[in-house]
Structures are given as structure tokens and as C-alpha cells.
């Protein structure tokens, strides 16, 4: 069986990893990753025929046996291990972040901001499970200043698995709301998952960015060594919003020497993603002057906060993803935006277990107590529940609505969870 040092040698040769075979290149490495509904072994020779160096295995039964088939016990584990070695090779800081709502945003800031000045290596997209973040950690070349990597979870020992090979130097979990409370088993299991980094950091020496407006991210936090603080009040960098429409702009009124900051994102509840970047910008001595620009230059993709304009209707696309903590809040900040004409095309929340019937209920009553010029309710649990508003079974009969009606002036707020793919209602 081959050493992760024997791998390593050959990794340090052709240090280019692919897992799909459709996306393979030549002179790549390829990694017969399992799942429940594939089996990346039964592709190993169609890799090395596509000009793959090896294939790294934990089955010969579906391939041939060749110099170039390599077997391990488990190739998942054996890509881990892999990612911690390549890992313990740099002495330089990285930057885990977690938590139940704005993960990519605050770590798309973070880079921005730590990119003006240092070679930074982050989190692409939405690899942010046990297959990316080990592929992140491959993806970073000699040259690293920094590396950001974000984790996402769905059930407990999840971060704490990821912070075995990722060993982090610092740690951020941006909040911990009502999100996958299937597989936490609820809200105080959510706090116990996300503070599995903080665990990490507490043992290690290491240096947390906290949210000092939540007083549980206060208690959970308790006993790391190094704790540097950002919020509205009481913290080591404070800022508020100087206004929110049709963009966020926030004003730093501790901390640094920067006054305010126009965003190019939409809703307030972005305030905590832009003060931990302004925090981090901060403390690793990033010019005032370019933590600015770079959070001013950022612009967001990928249906998260999104303003988008088509003719004369807006609407802010947030159709990334959608968790009762998230819905409520951008529900809110729609609420508060002036306009004359509103409507909401909301799609089912996910993952919410035996809680999820009364969190679509709450969203319900939440809906109500605004006026609104139409509401559709896409999806999920909305389908089970007495309302009256327009329902759909998914995105694409709610497109078809949309296409038939004539909006002008209108503006909308779109969101969902993923599953919902309530970018679709926008599609020509």
C-alpha cells in the first residue's frame, strides 16, 4: 500500500486532482471518489485512457490492474490525508469559516480584502463539503500567504472532521441559526456542530473573529486564547448602516480609520459579513484605504443578494439558499425597502426535519403582517399549509405565472433553498 509521502511525491509531480472523469485533462491525477448513487472505481481506466497519470482506487474488481492504478484503502480518506499533508507544508495563516447564513459572502469578502495585499487562496464556488475542501487544500500552490477555506454542515462532527486536515490558525462562524436542523437535531445542536471550530481553536492556540452582538457567540467562544471583536457596540471594530437602498452602506465608527463603506450588496443582514472582513482586513495590516476598495469592488454572484434590473422591475435575487434564520430577515429587509409595488416569490426551506411544517407556518405569519402587492409561495412544506396566497408546485410553474403577467415598476424579492432552484422564475 502506498504511503501518504510515496503519494505526496507523486502529487508534488502532477499536482493536478480531478474527480470527474468529464472534466479530467491530461497529466491529472484521478481520485475514484464513492457515493450513494455513483462509484468513480467503475471509471478508473476511462481516466487513464483521457491521459490521467494514475488512478487512485479502492476497488479492483471494476478495473483492470495496471502500473498505473494505484489501490488505497479508501480514496476519500486517502484524498484527506493527502490535503493534510500538503497542508502542514505551509507555515501561514488560515482562515476557517462557518456558520448557518452568509458563509460564501463573508469568505468571498475576506478574500477580497486579503487579496489587495497578500497571495490568498480560497474556497471556489461552493466546495465546501468533505470532497471541496480537501480539493481547496490541493489547490494551493507554493506561494500562499493565506488561505481561507469555508466549511459547510449539515450534521455534528462535521467541522470537527474538516478541522483535522485543515488545521486552522483562525476561525470565524458567522452566526447559528435555524439551518439543517434535520440533521442537527436542532437549534442548541447547530450551536454544538458550528462550535466545533471554536473547539479547534481552543485547543490549538488559535485566534477566533467573533461576533460580539451574540451573546451565545460570546459563550460559546469563552476559553480561546485569542479573541478579536466586531459588531454595533462593545467591540474592538464597530459600524452600523448609514443606509441599505438601494445598496448596503456602513459606517466604521471604531476600530480603524475608515469612515464608510459603499457595498454593492443589498440588505442590511450583509452588516456582520462586511465589519468580520473589515476585522480581518485590519488585523493581518491591510491598508485601511484598500479593505475599502476591496469590499467596494466586490460584487456578488451566484443569486446571493443580487440586485438585478430588467426594464423597469428590480429584484433582489437571493436564491442561493434559505433557512427560516435567512428567510425571515431578508423578508424583512424587503419590507423596510421603499417602493410602491412589491411582490414576493418565496420557494420551500429544506432540511428543516420535524420542524420544518411550523418554520413555513412562521414565514406565513410573517408575510402577513406586511402588505404586499402579490406573494407566491413556491414548493416544499408552503404546498401542505392553509394560505392565501398563489402556490406552485416549483419554480417552473411559478415561471410560467411570471411570464404571463405583465410587472412594471414592481420590485421583487426571490429566495429559496437550493433544492428550489428559484433562479429558474427568471429565465426568458
Known sequence: MISIKELYSIYCQYPAI?????????????????????NGNTFAEQALEKGAVYAFVDELSSTKKNEKTILVDDVLQTLQQLAKHHRQQFNVPLIAITGSNGKTTT?????????????TYTTQGNLNNHIGIPLTLLSVKKDADMIVIEMGANHQKEIESYCTYTLPTHGIITNAGKAHLEGFGGIEGVKKGKGELYDFLRKNNGTAFVMWDYEYLQAMSKGIPNIITYGTINADITGNVLQSEPFLQVQITKGIELKSINTQLVGDYNLPNILVAVT?????????????????????????????????????LDAYNANPTSMKAAIENFAAIKADKKILVLGGMAELGKESLEEHQNIITLIDKFHWNDVALVGGDFLKLRHPYLHFNNSSEAKEWFKTQNFSDTYFLIKGSRSMQMEKVLES
Open 107 to 119: 469568505k468571498e469578502l475576506i478574500h477580497a480584502v486579503l487579496s489587495s495585499t497578500f497571495k
Open 280 to 316: 480581518v482586513g485590519n488585523y493581518f495590516k491591510v491598508p485601511a484605504e484598500k479593505i475599502k476598495e476591496a469590499i467596494e469592488t466586490y460584487t456578488p454572484s451566484n443569486s446571493r443578494s443580487q440586485l438585478l434590473e430588467k426594464g423597469s422591475n428590480k429584484f433582489i
Open 18 to 38: 480531478q474527480t470527474d472523469t468529464r472534466k479530467l485533462k491530461p497529466g491529472d491525477l484521478y481520485f475514484a471518489l464513492k457515493g450513494p448513487n455513483f
